[in-house]
């Protein structure tokens, strides 16, 4: 089995699953279309809603991918790439840069990506959603929502340390199973390498087989809080070096 499923960095220039800073140029747009290694892209009203690729990139490479909505809280701004088959035990990684967004209210929160699900069970067609969200004094932090089996079906943790100003990289491991086999891990801005460090945070007992394994991944800015909504509209968040694997921590 390889262990990876697509790095689609370059803002996201793909070439047989992978990408990386050496390759020439940037593509028109995100998706295989365009050039670009992303199955699709969504850009939903108003028209300020923007969704372009623009240089440089985030982790030396040549271009990243910018996001961002316009004034409604059904507006969105994303791609999305999907797997050829549902992935239970799933890594991803993906450089965020919230330096052009404003300080956040308390109501601020916005999601940056998310894990589509095989299966959709207890309402949700989703397996996970990563968001922005407000911490102390206008700082940004990250928060992690993880389908699971009882309660609410939704299981959250956001992690208790401000995200610094500029590009911050978030790794999860997401295991899909009954019981104590499905979990969450996480890591946000861990020390560079390629050892496993000792996670973020992680979410246990997730219970979340009844939704089957993770389809696809999206990236982006969708589902703005009226807050965000109102204080952010127009403003851009970059990203770069996605990176999705089934067994081996990924790092930097």
Not at 102 to 112: A, G, H, I, M
Not at 130 to 156: D, E, H, M, N, Y
Not at 197 to 217: H, K, M, R
Request: charged share 15%; aromatic share 8%; with cysteine.
């Amino acid at each position: 089995m390889n262990t990876k499923m697509k790095v689609l960095s370059l803002a996201l220039v793909g070439l047989a699953g992978f990408a990386g800073s050496a390759m020439a140029a940037c593509p028109a747009g995100p998706t295989t279309a365009d050039g670009g290694a992303w199955t699709s892209k969504s850009v939903l009203p108003p028209s300020t809603s923007s969704l372009t690729i623009a240089t440089p990139g985030l982790d030396s490479t040549e271009c990243k991918l910018v996001s961002s909505l316009g004034p409604s809280t059904t507006a969105s701004s994303f791609v999305r790439y999907n797997h050829a088959s549902p992935e239970t035990s799933y890594r991803f990684q993906f450089l965020v840069d919230t330096n052009a967004l404003s300080d956040f209210s308390s109501t601020d929160n916005v999601v940056v990506f998310q894990a589509p699900a095989q299966n959709t069970a207890n309402g949700f067609n989703r397996l996970l959603r990563v968001s922005l969200v407000a911490g102390p004094a206008g700082a940004k932090r990250i928060r992690f929502i993880a389908q699971c089996g009882s309660g609410t079906f939704s299981c959250a943790q956001s992690f208790a340390t401000d995200l610094t100003p500029g590009v911050n990289r978030i790794e999860g491991f997401l295991k899909v199973g009954a019981g104590a086999a499905g979990e969450l891990k996480y890591w946000v801005n861990a020390a560079a390498g390629t050892t496993e460090p000792t996670e973020s945070g992680s979410i246990a007992n997730l219970d979340n087989a009844a939704w089957g394994g993770v389809a696809a991944a999206s990236l982006g800015l969708t589902a703005p809080s009226a807050a965000f909504k109102t204080n952010h509209a127009t403003q851009a968040v970059g990203f770069d070096t996605f990176d999705s694997r089934r067994t081996t921590y990924i790092g930097h």
